[in-house]
């Protein structure tokens, strides 16, 4: 199962204003760089919780439906599915019917459930889900625990951007950021 982010996020969850205004930086001359931290926090958030901050298209991938009919979607919130094609064993690609499906997008993880399931005759990737997963379009709808976790790891990149370039960022975590996000980490008991 592989999925893949079919479009950036159109704003990033913290505004360049807001994170000036916490880093108490009120030049412009390093906006480029608050800017690429701000990307750096994003991603490393996201993928330390499976969450998209901000609404945007993506595509998952799967070999086969699962056996139960349930399929867990690990990128979430889960804010619709858009289509989900199938492929035949020359390539081409049929819609699957979504008369009927039943989505569970707040569940960590999603859950999607379709009373028919569908079959494939590519031996990889021969099932593509296209869905939009995130909290809203805006940054006023993202959880303000998420968006004090982003500040603070914002804050200790800022303070020690001469010690590790940004191509090696995120080098440390602050103190509380893991207590700020564990609500909002996907847990399994294996």
Known sequence: MTIV??????????????????LRVDQTAEDGLIAGLIRAVRHHLERETGLALISRPFRLYLDQWPAGRVLEIGRGPVRSIEAITVY????????????????????????????AVPETQKAINGIEVDFTAGFGETLADMPEGLRRAMLLHLTQLYSFRGAVGL?????????????LLAPYRLRRIA
């Open 5 to 22: 982010e079919l479009a950036p996020p159109p704003v990033e969850p913290l505004s360049l204003g807001e994170a000036r205004a916490h």
């Open 88 to 115: 035949r064993a020359d390539g081409t690609p049929g819609a699957v019917n979504l008369t009927g499906f039943c989505l569970d997008g707040a569940a960590r993880p999603a859950r999607l459930f379709l009373p």
């Open 167 to 179: 191509e090696e960022q995120p080098a440390a975590v602050p103190n509380g950021y893991d207590r």
